[in-house]
């Protein structure tokens, strides 16, 4: 625990805040929450406007959010279709 105040405890309430935002989508993106991380990431851009990095990583989780929107474009009507079937054969 000290270990971490060493690091923060001469950064700025700006910094911290930021530093805060991103390391929170850090850990949304390891678990596939892109919707979260990409508000985390605009949340961190409220201290740091304009910061490439979290720019980068909002396109990215658009990007991410888009994959997976079509990918349960595609999906769901299978499952649908499968689970018709099984009930129209029992």
Known sequence: MAHHSEHTEH???DELKFREH?????HFIKI???RS????????????PGDETC???????NANISRDRKTVLVVAPLVIILIVAVALLV
Do not use: V
């Open 55 to 61: 720019l980068r990583q909002i396109d990215a989780m």
């Open 32 to 34: 596939d929450l892109f």
């Open 11 to 13: 950064l700025t309430h």
């Open 37 to 48: 991380a990409r508000e985390e990431y605009k949340a961190a851009l409220q201290y740091h």
């Open 22 to 26: 991103t390391e929170r989508a850090g």
